[in-house]
């Protein structure tokens, strides 16, 4: 069964730094593309970031300059290295995958927590 499973979150004082990982239960060297989506209580789900096969990333404005996405096809394993944290990315981090395009995988979620 396909499965994406995230960890890494917890407890950051801002202006830390923390990194999420999501491990994918088979091969993602051919995922079309892969990336973190974050929601904060009360907010819809928004994009963080995005990497594809290729290793083309894309970031949202928020977090572009202070996030990096990453992916390592030989672990099957997706990454998102957060640095200069605020309170306001305070959120549950979800991992996302599109394996083909008729296909989406998402994760359970991971808590990401920055303290003032």
């Known amino acids: 069964q396909a499965r994406l499973v995230e960890s890494g979150g917890g407890l950051v004082q801002a202006g830390g730094s923390l990194k999420i990982s999501c491990a994918a239960s088979?091969?993602?060297?051919?995922?079309?593309?892969m990336g973190w989506y974050r929601q904060a209580p009360g907010k819809q789900r928004e994009l963080v970031a995005t990497?594809?096969?290729?290793?083309?990333?894309n970031y949202s404005d928020s977090v572009k300059g202070r996030f990096t996405i990453s992916r390592n096809n030989s672990e099957n394993t997706l990454y998102l290295q957060m640095n200069s944290l605020t309170p306001e990315d305070t959120a549950v981090y979800f991992c996302?995958?599109?394996?083909?395009?008729?296909?989406?995988?998402w994760g359970q979620g991971t808590q990401v927590t920055v303290s003032s």
């Open positions: 996302h995958a599109r394996p083909v395009p008729q296909s989406s995988w």
């Open positions: 990497i594809t096969a290729g290793g083309t990333t």
């Open positions: 088979r091969s993602i060297s051919t995922f079309i593309v």
